[in-house]
């Protein structure tokens, strides 16, 4: 099981640590460092800032919103990127939910997301394949675009660059059992938002046979600290936002995901809370049990164990949020 160092993506500002973080992780082994975005700071500025100042960790975007850029735009970041960083760039993507495609983005959520995302990355992998002129003539992404409000002069083209790589790896972030199983089928690997060590059948029928060197790659919180329940404070602080604020009432991706792993009343709860204004009492609602088994938090021989569970597991990739240099360099010294 390899390691990556998630960084997230800034909240009020950028985050002064992060770089030396990725450089950090680097020294010490990891395989991999991650940016994202929500609606604030974008994934790939800070990846080619520190695809700059780094010479060997892979690069990735977990997840960059399909939402924020059409798939030609998206492919024309990553081959850019793969090429001033020699190779190092892995595009994760992730469809988000109608709250932001809609609330931030300004663009309808796509009625049959399975259909859009299948759609998105095959102009991608068009894009870096190179193999002629990109051609879809898609619901959601038409290549050359034919509606009635064009002006029918749209020709079809590829890129004018060559990629470095018509291999470059496409990994998505999905959450419904239909999503991930398409996922095993038309990307190199899944992005989970939450993963359980000890809950894994929880995805078993979606991931059936998975081919050789499909990656796995779930993000965790890890903290060495000594206190447990204060080590997992920012993880159910996470935990709140994403299932009471990222989405609506009637449609939340996160809160969905939670109840299939055995918290349904738990989620709902938080839900209401969050959105009734009261986010502390949200944020205290998320159960301790919950939050301890999708993260690594608490002294360093405690997590040694529970990192057992994860490297026994059919995950191929941990990407750590560590706010530490310490946390970092346990982990590495654990999984080496």
């Known amino acids: 099981m390899r390691l990556g160092l998630a960084l997230g993506y800034w909240g009020r500002g950028p985050d002064p640590g992060h770089l030396a973080l990725a450089q950090e992780a680097e020294r010490l082994g990891y395989d991999s460092v991650w940016t ?5 700071s974008d994934a790939f500025t800070p990846l080619t800032w520190i695809a700059a100042h780094t010479s060997r960790i892979r690069l990735g975007t977990a997840v ?7 798939p030609t735009t ?22 988000s ?9 300004g663009r309808p959520f796509p009625k049959s997301p399975l259909t859009a995302t299948r759609e998105y990355v095959d102009v991608v992998r068009q894009v870096l394949r190179r193999e002629g002129p ?17 002006t029918g002069l749209g020709k079809a083209l590829k890129p004018i660059t060559h990629p470095l790589r018509a291999d470059l790896p496409v990994l998505l972030g999905a959450e419904g059992p239909k999503n991930i199983a398409q996922t095993t089928r038309i990307a190199d690997g899944w992005l989970p938002l939450y993963w359980s060590p000890t809950r894994t059948d929880v995805y078993e ?20 600290c000594d206190d447990v329940t204060e080590g997992l404070l920012p993880v159910k602080a996470m935990l709140g936002f994403y299932i009471g604020g990222m989405g609506h009432a009637a449609r939340n ?11 349904e009343e738990e989620a709902r709860q938080v839900q209401e809370l969050f959105l009734a204004g009261r986010r502390e009492e949200a944020v205290l609602a998320v159960p301790d049990a919950f939050a301890d088994e999708i993260s690594l938090v608490g ?9 057992e569970l994860w490297r026994t597991g059919p995950v191929t990739d941990l990407l750590v949020l560590a706010p530490d240099p310490h946390t970092l360099r346990v982990l590495a010294e654990l999984n080496s």
Do not use: C, N
């Open 253 to 263: 991706f996160h809160a969905d995901l939670m109840a299939r792993m055995g918290y």
């Open 299 to 307: 002294p360093r021989e405690r997590i040694a164990e529970r990192l």
């Open 97 to 105: 939910g109608p709250q932001v495609v809609e609330g931030w983005y």
């Open 64 to 70: 960059a919103q399909m939402a924020a850029r059409s």
């Open 36 to 40: 994202a975005e929500a609606w604030g």
């Open 205 to 224: 029928a979606s991931l059936g046979d998975l081919r050789e060197g499909f990656a796995i790659a779930p993000m965790a919180r890890a903290k060495v």
């Open 134 to 150: 990109v051609e879809v003539a898609g619901r959601f992404h038409a290549h050359p675009y034919r509606g009635a409000d064009g």
């Open 74 to 95: 998206t492919a024309m970041h990553a081959l850019t990127l793969d090429h001033l960083s020699g190779g190092r760039m892995t595009l994760g993507l992730g469809l």
